[in-house]
């Protein structure tokens, strides 16, 4: 691929919180006549070097869909690697995510992995509290449906109590309710592999995203790809819904 999309951003215009929809590692390793699982061994790769590349550049936050509520859906073979392959890669990459001042998170209905995985994952949480640079945010059985959901039930239990009125409930205060309470929504959204949908990934904090979605299978993903998108982002115009001529800078 052209090289050197780095050099084209403008780092005073990055958007603060990118999301990513890592697709494609089936039909990636299908290609090669290999196991589905191969796919997803070597999507490991494509998502260090996307974080490294995201921390580089100086995102604040990056959301990745690493397991989707619908993906329990998936043969019992495939989960298990998946899980296997969860666990393996954090505890590989904690090291790594220190050393580039990363911070990990994660978010969704996390009591349905695997206890192994739980521990891990709230490990490598805790080792990398103290870090100051990147949010790498995990979306693990997760959906946008879920996290939705699981913000009414919230809601509907502080006004049964007594604690809220209904009539105050507004955007931010909905917001405060979901997975993503302290990120700004993501200005970026990525999808690799393709396909044009959403898979239930942050319905509500996607409102006024950019979509971006790139042919690319996940596995061959590079921190170019990122920057190439990134790009492509910063060379749209964002009207949040007024005219060109209110939002163009002078
Ligand atoms: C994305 O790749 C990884 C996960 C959903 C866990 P897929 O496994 O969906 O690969 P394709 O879309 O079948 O090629
Ligand atoms: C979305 O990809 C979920 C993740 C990337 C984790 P899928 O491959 O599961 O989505 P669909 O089935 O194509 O909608
Ligand atoms: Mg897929």
Known sequence: M??????????????????IIM????????????LRTFGHKVGVKAVRETVEGAAEIGLKVLTLY???????????????TLMNLLVETIHQETPRLINNGIQ??????????????QIQLQNSIDQTADQTGMILNLALSYSAR????????????????????????????????????????????????GEQRISNYLLWQIAY?????TSCLW????????????????????????????????
């Open 2 to 19: 052209r090289m050197g999309f780095r050099e084209h951003i403008q780092t005073e215009k990055l958007p603060q919180h990118v999301a």
């Open 23 to 34: 697709d494609g590692n089936g039909r990636w390793a299908k290609q090669k006549g290999r």
């Open 66 to 80: 690493a397991f989707s509520t619908e993906n329990w859906n998936r043969p019992k073979l495939e989960i298990n």
């Open 104 to 117: 990990l998170r994660a978010m969704g209905d996390l009591s349905q992995l695997p206890k192994n995985c």
């Open 146 to 193: 879920w996290e939705i959901l699981r913000a009414v039930k919230e809601l509907a239990n502080q006004v049964r109590v007594g604690l809220l009125n209904p009539d105050d409930i507004n955007e931010a205060v909905f917001s405060k309710h979901l997975c993503t309470a302290e990120f700004p929504d993501p200005e970026l959204l990525i999808r690799t592999s």
């Open 209 to 213: 995203s950019e979509l971006y979605f």
């Open 219 to 250: 596995p061959d993903f590079t921190r170019e790809h990122l920057f190439e998108a990134l790009v492509a982002y910063q060379q749209r115009e964002r009207r949040f819904g007024k005219i060109s001529e209110q939002v163009a800078p002078l």
